[in-house]
Each structure stands twice: as C-alpha cells, then as structure tokens.
C-alpha cells in the first residue's frame, strides 16, 4: 500500500509530529500551519507551495483549515478538527463533498465541567458581590447559599452534559436534562429526569441552572430566545458553554436588564471577541471568560493522541471515532 500524505494546520511541537509519524511508515507529514496562517492573515507570498501540499494531502489534522480547501485538495479523504463544535467548518462545499469529517468531541467534558461548576459556585456563594466589595475595601457581610437540592437543567446531554450531571449530583443536586434522541420521559446516569427536547420548557421551568451544552446548527440557532427566558424562574441563572448563537443575546439583555433571571454565566457569545459596546459587559450579574472553558494544558496532547487512534484506524479500513453526521452538523 502506499503513502498516505498527511498535513496538520495546528502549532503542535516536534514531540507530537513524531508521535502522528510513528503510526505507521506509510505516513508522509507536511506541517503547513506557517503557511495557512500567514494565507489567512492575507499573505499570499507562499500561496503556489500550499497549493502543491494540498494537491497531494489526502489527510488533514488541525483547529482550522486552509481557505478552499475542498477545490485545492482534490485527494482529500478525511479531515480531523480539533475541536468538538464543527459549525465553521460545515460550508456548503464542505457539505457536499464526500470527505470525512471527525472531531475530538470527549475531550472537553472534564475541563468544561469544572467551568460550569466554577460558574454555579461563584453564582452560589455571590463571588461578583466579594470582588466588588474588595475593590470598594467594604465589609458588607451577607448570606451565600449552597448547591444542594438546587435542580440544574441540563440542555443537551453529550459527553460534557454527562459531566456536568456527575458533578453536580457529587454536590448533592437534582438533575433534569434533555437529549434529542430521547422520546419519553425517563431516567439517565447521574440524571433524575431525562426528557425528551420538546419538554424544554419543563426544564426551564423546574432549573435553578439552566446549562447549555449542544451542539450549534440550524434547529438550535436562537434556542433560548424571550419565551424561554422569561419560562425560567426570577431566580435563576443560565450557563452558555455551547455556542452564542444558541442564545439571542438581545432578547438576554432584556432579560438581565428587566430581571426576567437572576444572572448568566457565559463562555461564548454570538460575536467573538465579544464587541466593546455590547452590554453584556456592563452587568455585574454577568460571569463570563473568552471562549476558553475547554481548554486545558494538556489539549493538543489529547487531542493527537485521539487522531493518532483515529489515524491507525483509517489506515486499517476501520471505521473512525467520531465521524460528524454532516446533515445534522454534529
């Protein structure tokens, strides 16, 4: 059989270039993220040397990929993302074609869960309170609450919804949660009430936190819009480590702003870097970080240990880990 050429678009280290080449000497490693991230920035000094990578490039592993790739890459079987969303990628061309497509989806649960226990803590026990205090050198004693027999609503039960049930029932809470495959009300691991999504609003309803944690595509774009945000109880916050198009933040604002919810915890919004006029800044019942809640020191050490598994896998015929359903986008 022959080689196999393979193009990684990340900024990976020596160490795990040799660990992706050790699969097999089949393997022929071409590291173009030099030059996809300069053709990315508008620099197209170095544009024909890509073009005769692609041309020959029948895998490619790395957080984005190269412009075109679909008309440059006529070889192209199979791309690995490293990351578990795959909205930007799922183009039209990308859609249409026969390549492959697999993503590290699994790696994030245990850092993004920490996130959204870090959130409902910091909601808990008014942490935004104790910053504001401490800057205003004010001792102001009040009373915090806990986590237990709180119920968390949990939208969208994958690998980090799972997670986040299994923590947040070690702190002793009631877990609802809904899963798009789920038809009737029943029962999950580390869950109390699995429904299926049509009974969003009972989940709504009944959360003390309500967690978004699927997938962004058409049917889940503006999800949580005025009607959902006004289902939840006054005293409730929402958590968006999914996507910020799955919120419309508009309709968020009003809700913040007229006290619809008691607060939102927010990793990822509809505009990134989030925009200096956007309100969302200026509300202290606001917790929220850059789009870095899966993040981890030891990311792309996981990540290319999954696609060196994935990668032995493709070379044996076998079917891969992961692979996106790209009708349904995830």
Known sequence: MGPVNVLINAPIGDELLLQITNVSPRIRLSNVYELAHAEQR??????????????????IYGFRLPNDVIARAPKLKWVQVMSAGV??????EFRQSSVIMTNVSGIHAIPIGEIVLEQMLMFAKQAPLCFLLKQEKQWKRFM???????????????????????????????????????????????????LPTEQLPRLLKESDFVVLSLPFTS?????????????????????????????????LVRALDERW??????????????????RLWEFPNVI?????????????????ELFCDNLRRYLSGENLFNVIDKKKGY
Do not use: Q
Not at 87 to 92: A, G, P, V
Not at 228 to 242: D, G, H, V
Not at 295 to 302: A, Q, V, W
């Open 42 to 59: 508008g620099d197209f000094a170095r544009k024909a040397e890509l073009d005769a990578l692609l041309a020959e490039a029948e895998v």
């Open 87 to 92: 909205d930007r990628f799922l183009d039209i």
């Open 144 to 194: 915090p609450t806990v986590l237990r027999s709180k119920t968390v609503g949990i939208v969208g039960l994958g690998n980090i919804g799972r997670e986040v049930a299994r923590l947040a029932k070690a702190f002793g809470m009631r877990v609802v949660a809904t899963r798009r495959s789920t038809k009737r009300v029943a029962r999950a691991k580390h869950v109390d009430i699995l």
């Open 219 to 251: 049917e889940t774009n503006r999800l949580i819009g005025e009607k959902e945000l006004r289902a939840m109880k006054p005293t409730a916050y929402l958590i968006n480590i999914a996507r910020g198009n799955i919120v419309d933040e508009e309709a």
């Open 261 to 278: 919810i008691a607060g939102a915890g927010l990793d990822v919004f509809a505009t990134e870097p989030l925009p200096a006029d956007s």
């Open 288 to 304: 929220f970080s850059p789009h870095i809640a899966g993040g981890m020191e030891e990311y792309n050490i996981r990540a290319t």
